[in-house]
Each structure stands twice: as structure tokens, then as C-alpha cells.
């Protein structure tokens, strides 16, 4: 009767250090991306072989943390707006809960240029994309945002812009909860300085308790 108690542990032990691997690997690959398998280890404080047990090599790794990723960008993605929601507001909230996850875009499209594959990461990063360029539609039909830009090119180009603030964030240039960037990303998108301002502050307590509650 004391064997399966016994193995509880051991299950438990398990989760925490694949969790812990993962979790030094998303941050030492957003360093460096040719960092090595024993130098996550290292870093994750377990021995190379509790590494190889979790995960038989950089592939298993890699896509790991592509599922990881794909998860929490998926669990980030706001509701659907209500019908009468402007598109300011819906894209003001899309990119709060985005920059909750930005740690992992980025890796994403640093790791895209050698070992997961462009495919990959596309695929990955597809719902969160649909979902900008959705919004950027509705907006530019709306007179809302400027329409320079076709929808998906100026959804990438946000992104694009997005991720950049967020390496700015990681290298101590810039303090930022989401907020400024999300102003920053009206302002990109069309929408008139105060307004973007007036938007964000609307919008983001709401989604900061969404976040909370989530």
C-alpha cells in the first residue's frame, strides 16, 4: 500500500524540473540561441541526464517550447469583442494581453531563423496574427485606422515594432507594463495621440484584472 505513495514524489520532482528546464531554457535561448543543452542544464541546477530524460535533445527542446508558446499565446488571446466594441479598443486590448506573453514571441522569431523553421513558427504564431489583422480590417473599414498599409502588412509591421520595444525592455531601456506600447501601437496604426491615450487608459484595467483572475 506504501508503493504508490512512494512514487508520488518522484512524479512530482519530475514536473517541477521539466517545468524549471523549460523555463531556463525559454530564458537562456532568449539570450543566446546557440547556447547548449549542458549549459541549460547547468543553469536549471540539474545534471545533463535529468535534462536527456525530459527531453532526448534540442529538437525535443525546441518543440517543447513551441507548444509552451503556442499554449500561451492561445490562453492569451482576448474574447472576441462585443459587436459594439470600436477597433481602438479591441486592438488596445489585444496588444496588453500579448506583451503578457512577449517573452515568448520573441524567442519564437529568434529561434525561426535556425531550429524550429519558419514553418513552425508561422504556425504557431497564426491565431495571434489572424486576430491583429482581423481587427486592423475592421478598423481600417471603419475609418478608424489609416489604411497606407494592407490589414496583414500592417499587422506585421505592429508586431515587428512590438517585439523591438520589448528587446528594449529586456536590455533595461525601457520600463513598460504594455501600456506605452500599446498607445505607441494606436499612434502606429492611425489613431490620433490623445486618443490612443485615452483608449489605453480605458482599457487597461480591465484587461490587467483579466489577467489577474486568469
Known amino acids: 500500500m506504501t508503493k504508490p505513495l512512494a512514487r508520488v514524489p518522484q512524479r512530482s520532482n519530475a514536473r517541477s524540473n521539466r517545468e524549471r528546464i523549460l523555463a531556463t531554457a525559454r530564458r537562456e535561448l532568449g539570450r543566446n540561441p546557440d547556447v547548449t543543452l549542458e549549459e541549460i542544464a547547468r543553469a536549471s541546477g540539474v545534471v545533463r541526464r535529468t535534462l536527456f530524460g525530459h527531453f532526448p535533445g534540442r529538437e525535443a527542446l ?23 466594441e470600436s477597433a481602438d479598443r479591441s486592438f488596445a486590448r489585444f496588444v496588453l494581453s500579448m506583451w503578457t506573453v512577449g517573452d515568448r514571441y520573441r524567442l519564437l522569431l529568434a529561434l525561426a531563423r535556425r531550429d524550429l523553421g519558419q514553418e513552425r513558427v508561422t504556425e504557431v504564431l497564426a491565431p495571434a496574427r489572424r486576430a491583429a489583422t482581423t481587427i486592423l480590417d475592421r478598423g481600417q473599414r471603419d475609418g478608424v485606422f489609416h489604411t497606407q498599409l494592407p490589414p496583414a502588412v500592417l499587422s506585421a509591421g505592429l508586431e515587428g515594432m512590438t517585439v523591438a520595444l520589448l528587446e528594449e525592455v529586456n536590455s533595461g531601456e525601457l520600463e513598460d507594463d504594455g501600456t506605452r506600447v500599446a498607445v505607441a501601437a494606436l499612434i502606429a496604426a492611425g489613431v490620433p495621440e490623445q486618443q490612443a491615450r485615452v483608449v489605453v487608459d480605458e482599457v487597461a484595467p480591465a484587461q490587467v484584472a483579466r489577467v489577474v483572475e486568469g
Open 62 to 84: 525546441l518543440e517543447a517550447l513551441a507548444e509552451e508558446a503556442a499554449e500561451a499565446l492561445r490562453d492569451a488571446l482576448p474574447a472576441d469583442p462585443a459587436p459594439a
